[in-house]
């Protein structure tokens, strides 16, 4: 169940609906809400305290991106990926994020080295915790925060709605994900940067993509 959350009432085609979505969004981004588990649309909006309105409207979006489905009978749940779609999604990412890194890079100045050292610290810490959606959360924060940097919005979004797909599925499997180095692609990312080594940055970040989706279809 998603935790409860109450949004302040408003107009339901504005602030409110865009929070609950919001809300929704990087819950199911973040793999707090796994494959399969049953919600409803009169069960969300209690859980955020709003009409039906801004929930149907909030899960109306999320499936249009593919982050949610819904059955006939108004069965709310995200969707378990096949090893086919993971394939394909680790296919887009590989080709996406390296490019953003690259078009990052001119503009990687030491705060930002630093701020990507920091988050790597946190993700290595969240494995140690065995915690899967601080794993997510962190990891995912690593590649936001260094692709802001491309100022390539559209490139961006394409990418987020990648890792919204893949959330759910990944707090699923995320004890393939177990490794010692997990955070060692990053380690060469930020030296490559570090370091002005586009080419280096660029298969660090392939890598580290690749790497942990091939887990996840293993």
Same mark, same amino acid.
């Given at each position: 169940?998603?935790?409860?959350?109450?949004?302040?009432?408003?107009?339901?085609?504005?602030?409110?609906?865009?929070?609950?979505?919001?809300?929704?969004?990087?819950?199911?981004?973040?793999?707090?809400?796994?494959?399969?588990?049953?919600?409803?649309?009169?069960?969300?909006?209690?859980?955020?305290?709003?009409?039906?309105?801004?929930?149907?409207?909030?899960?109306?979006?999320?499936?249009?991106?593919?982050?949610?489905?819904?059955?006939?009978?108004?069965?709310?749940?995200?969707?378990?990926?096949?090893?086919?779609?993971?394939?394909?999604?680790?296919?887009?990412? &590989?080709? !996406?994020?390296?490019?953003? +890194? %690259?078009?990052?890079?001119?503009? /990687?100045?030491? @705060? *930002?080295?630093?701020?990507?050292?920091?988050?790597?610290?946190?993700?290595?810490?969240?494995?140690?915790?065995?915690?899967?959606?601080?794993?997510?959360?962190?990891?995912?924060?690593?590649?936001?925060?260094?692709?802001?940097?491309?100022?390539?919005?559209?490139?961006?979004?394409?990418?987020?709605?990648?890792?919204?797909?893949?959330?759910?599925?990944?707090?699923?499997?995320? &004890?393939? !994900?177990?490794?010692?180095? +997990? %955070?060692?692609?990053?380690?060469? /990312?930020?030296? @490559? *940067?570090?370091?002005?080594?586009?080419?280096?940055?660029?298969?660090?970040?392939?890598?580290?993509?690749?790497?942990?989706?091939?887990?996840?279809?293993?």
């Amino acid at each position: 169940m998603i935790r409860s959350e109450r949004i302040p009432a408003g107009d339901p085609s504005g602030p409110t609906h865009e929070r609950v979505f919001r809300a929704l969004r990087t819950r199911i981004m973040h793999g707090e809400i796994i494959p399969g588990q049953a919600m409803t649309i009169r069960g969300i909006a209690l859980e955020f305290d709003v009409s039906m309105t801004p929930a149907r409207e909030a899960v109306r979006r999320l499936t249009a991106e593919g982050a949610l489905s819904m059955s006939k009978t108004g069965r709310v749940s995200a969707p378990l990926l096949s090893t086919e779609r993971i394939e394909e999604l680790a296919s887009i990412r &590989a080709l !996406l994020e390296p490019e953003m +890194a %690259a078009r990052a890079q001119p503009r /990687a100045h030491l @705060a *930002l080295i630093e701020r990507l050292q920091n988050i790597n610290t946190t993700i290595e810490k969240a494995i140690i915790h065995n915690d899967a959606v601080g794993y997510i959360r962190t990891n995912l924060e690593f590649h936001r925060t260094l692709y802001l940097r491309a100022q390539a919005p559209a490139m961006l979004a394409m990418v987020e709605t990648v890792w919204l797909q893949m959330g759910p599925t990944m707090s699923a499997l995320y &004890a393939r !994900l177990q490794r010692p180095n +997990a %955070a060692g692609s990053h380690r060469t /990312a930020i030296a @490559a *940067l570090r370091a002005g080594d586009e080419p280096g940055l660029k298969l660090a970040i392939r890598a580290d993509v690749t790497q942990g989706l091939r887990m996840l279809s293993a």
